[in-house]
Structures are given as C-alpha cells and as structure tokens.
C-alpha cells in the first residue's frame, strides 16, 4: 500500500523558513519523480502544484512564485523527499501535500498545515 506522510508544517512569521517532509512507503521510491502541492484556504482554490524532482534529485522544477525561495530534495536511501522553504510570504499559507509522479493528480498524503501570519 503506497503511503505518503508528511510533517514539519507549522506557523511561521513572514520572511521565515519552515522544512516539510515526505515519508514514502508502499513502492519504489527512486523509480518515481515527486511533487509537492499545496492548497490554499480561499474558496475556490484549487491544488497548486509548487514543484517537482526527477526520480535522481538532479532536476527540480518549480512554479515561478516561489522560485529563488523554494527548493526541493530527497534522499532515495531514505524513502524521504523534502521542501525547504525561505522567505515565506503569507500568500504561502496553505495545506501542503506530497504527491507521486509530477503536477497534482497523482497520489498524495494528508498533507500539513504551513500558516504564514505576523
């Protein structure tokens, strides 16, 4: 059974940093690009794709807000991917998801809450 966890949101001030992780498990991990998502919580909002990392971690991709602030990681031995994020602008408040394969219909986990308030 494919599972993805992810943790280290949290409330954070504008122009903070915040570490997410994503626990893989149930298949193959290194065989497979991962993205992170996130949805916000305005209504109507859909899910965002943020970026993604090829199955190697050499290319990473991301959605042009966040470029220069964002990056992504993983680590194959350790089934983990992770997204650290600097400069975190309050528009960057919402439900951050992992997700297999890359853009955002793949399978993702719970997600964790990430909240960016003075």
């Known amino acids: 059974e494919v599972q993805l966890v992810e943790s280290g949101g949290g409330q954070v001030q504008p122009g903070g940093s915040l570490r997410l992780s994503c626990a893989a498990s149930?298949?193959?991990?290194?065989?497979?690009?991962m993205s992170w998502v996130r949805q916000a919580p305005a209504p109507g909002k859909g899910l965002e794709w943020v970026?993604?990392?090829?199955?190697?971690?050499?290319?990473?991709y991301y959605i042009d807000s966040v470029k220069g602030r964002f990056t992504i990681s993983r680590d194959n031995v350790k089934n983990t991917m992770y997204l650290q994020m600097n400069s975190l602008r309050i528009e960057d408040t919402a439900v951050y998801y992992c997700?297999?394969?890359?853009?955002?219909?793949?399978?993702r986990g719970q997600g964790t809450q990430v909240t960016v308030s003075s």
């Open positions: 970026g993604s990392i090829m199955q190697d971690g050499g290319d990473s």
């Open positions: 997700a297999m394969n890359v853009g955002t219909t793949g399978t």
């Open positions: 149930g298949f193959t991990f290194s065989l497979y690009a």
